[in-house]
């Protein structure tokens, strides 16, 4: 075989976001085992619109959602590797007509808006109100339509229960618009209502202090909330199963990279201040690995977003642990 055969390389194509911790595989400082990827860095709609309507890259940053809609009916192209690109609260991601509602309850009985029904982001927004205030998903209508552009369709398609209500917002219309005039008394999405709702002085968040009350939920449930993984493509696992544990190296190697730049404030690598203080308060509420990659320090969150996924109508059945993510990334080497 030829020398330079033998040293070849897998050329890949990898989509994800251009984050602090994916600066690292980026800029070249870390390398993926074996790989010469070709990176494109897109926003999440771009990534997961064509990762799971047309299966375009190698590598992908994928919503959780999504892929469980998939795995769970056998239906993946990609295999999950546990990589959390993506993590948040969602109670900010909760915005109401702050002249009709007032409390979580209050939204019994309205209408609220999203751009999907299987976005993660709303999944995790649906469980926290159905765990702490008791409003499921069958207690209100749900009302889909784009945020800033009308027509937005569902990524994966949906066999949800009878006892969910779920419409498409008026042709021409976005859920923004919907929420200025208070046709919509709520809206959950991962990005804020557009213009004109955004401005209205009626609108804003459904709880006024989010972050105390995330706080709350973490210390009682131990939850902090997994927005998006990594999947590679099914068939090159098949070809090559050395790939899930030199991309899951590579991504926590990049991960760290960017926490210890994070750490040196001798001079702030972020355009924000009280980086220091958050830093510290981050690391004393949830521990130094605050920002967890792997299945063992996430199970209990794991287990709680299968339980609600399923229980909300969009996987089949209920999806354990073992089947979600590959099982050469269970473990990993330490010296």
């Not at 989509?15 to 800029?27: E, K, N, P, S």
Request: aromatic letters at 10%; a negative charge.
């Amino acid at each position: 075989m030829p020398e330079e055969n033998k040293l070849a390389k897998l050329q890949l194509s990898v989509a994800m976001g251009d984050y602090d911790r994916t600066r690292a595989l980026l800029d070249g400082n870390v390398q993926i085992d074996g790989v010469d990827p070709v990176y494109m860095t897109l926003s999440p709609e771009e990534t997961f619109f064509r990762a799971f309507r047309h299966a375009e890259f190698d590598i992908t940053e994928m919503s959780f959602s999504s892929h469980l809609v998939k795995a769970s009916t056998g239906q993946n192209t990609y295999v999950a590797i546990p990589v959390f690109l993506s993590r948040a609260f969602r109670h900010t991601s909760i915005y109401v007509r702050k002249d009709i509602i007032q409390r979580p309850e209050d939204l019994r009985g309205q209408r609220i808006g999203l751009p999907e029904y299987q976005l993660t982001a709303n999944v995790w927004a649906r469980a926290l109100l159905a765990d702490d205030y008791g409003v499921d998903g069958a207690s209100v209508t749900w009302v889909r339509g784009g945020i800033d552009q009308p027509g937005r369709p569902e990524k994966a398609k949906l066999n949800l229960p009878a006892n969910i209500r779920l419409e498409n917002a008026p042709e021409g219309e976005t859920i923004s618009r919907l929420l200025d005039r208070g046709e919509i008394q709520g809206f959950i999405a991962p990005r804020p209502p557009g213009h004109p709702a955004i401005g209205n002085p009626d609108v804003g968040w459904l709880f006024s202090d989010p972050t105390s009350v995330a706080k709350d939920y973490y210390q009682r449930t131990g939850i902090f909330p997994i927005m998006h993984v990594v999947g590679i493509r099914k068939t090159l696992l098949e070809q090559h199963p050395w790939l899930a544990n030199a991309v899951y190296k590579a991504f926590e190697q990049a991960k760290q990279f960017a926490v210890d730049r994070l750490s040196d404030t001798s001079a702030t690598k972020v355009t924000l201040p009280f980086v220091e203080e958050q830093l510290k308060a981050a690391k004393s509420l949830m521990g130094e690995d605050y920002w967890s990659y792997g299945v063992a320090p996430n199970i209990k969150t794991i287990e709680a977003f299968a339980k609600h996924h399923h229980a909300q109508g969009l996987s089949p059945r209920l999806m354990s642990v073992d089947e979600i993510f590959h099982p050469a990334t269970y473990e990993t080497t330490k010296i």
